[in-house]
T-cell receptor, first 112, second 108 residues
Framework: DAGITQSPRHKVTETGTPVTLRCHQTENHRYMYWYRQDPGHGLRLIHYSYGVKDTDKGEVSDGYSVSRSKTEDFLLTLESATSSQTSVYFC???????????FGSGTRLTVV | GIQVEQSPPDLILQEGANSTLRCNFSDSVNNLQWFHQNPWGQLINLFYIPSGTKQNGRLSATTVATERYSLLYISSSQTTDSGVYFCAVGRTGNQFYFGTGTSLTVIP
């Protein structure tokens, strides 16, 4: 497809446990993003990366951390999952953010 | 952040009808994109349009940046056009603010 894969596609986890979501791309794009989608809020940016080891916070970064040790992988970690982090998480990639994004298929995370 | 309002929130059309979706934003932007989320959840980029007009088949978009709004036109709608349409704006390329979307249902 567009060369972006998210894993896992679905996950159920317990409150207080750490969770890591993976975004993998084969496009060699510089920019990678993590968004969450919730009813009534549209999509909100959590963190983004503009290169290996270069990351920055987005609108809703509290409770999340990210890492990018190589171009193709961008990891999102929920340090101690809470029920408010139940959401659908989307990764996106871009070679130039002024010309468009490509989104992954999403990860549906449920925290019980 | 930038506030983004989309209207209408819901729209039901008969196949073949035309529609106009609107996106208003609260501040000056230099990046504006329209996305379509299909009923299976996949998000597709439709247009990068910080100003001016673009057309792609039955879809076209116009942004009037000085008046802080953008319009997405869908002509001769088809059932495959169903889904949610999002407008996203930003001042930089990396921080996008999304609206809450217009949910479109096209009935055969």
């Amino acid at each position: 497809d567009a060369g972006i894969t998210q894993s896992p596609r679905h996950k159920v986890t317990e409150t207080g446990t750490p969770v890591t979501l993976r975004c993998h791309q084969t496009e060699n794009h510089r920019y990678m993003y993590w968004y969450r989608q919730d009813p009534g809020h549209g999509l909100r940016l959590i963190h983004y990366s503009y290169g290996v080891k270069d990351t920055d916070k987005g609108e809703v970064s509290d409770g999340y951390s990210v890492s990018r040790s190589k171009t193709e992988d961008f990891l999102l970690t929920l340090e101690s999952a809470t029920s408010s982090q139940t959401s659908v998480y989307f990764c996106a990639i871009s070679s130039d953010p002024f010309y468009g994004y490509t989104f992954g298929s999403g990860t549906r995370l449920t925290v019980v | 952040g930038i506030q983004v309002e989309q209207s209408p929130p819901d729209l039901i059309l008969q196949e073949g009808a035309n529609s106009t979706l609107r996106c208003n934003f609260s501040d000056s932007v230099n990046n504006l994109q329209w996305f379509h989320q299909n009923p299976w959840g996949q998000l597709i980029n439709l247009f990068y349009i910080p100003s001016g007009t673009k057309q792609n088949g039955r879809l076209s978009a116009t942004t009037v940046a000085t008046e802080r709004y953008s319009l997405l036109y869908i002509s001769s709608s088809q059932t495959t056009d169903s889904g949610v349409y999002f407008c996203a704006v930003g001042r930089t390329g990396n921080q996008f603010y999304f609206g809450t979307g217009t949910s479109l249902t096209v009935i055969p």
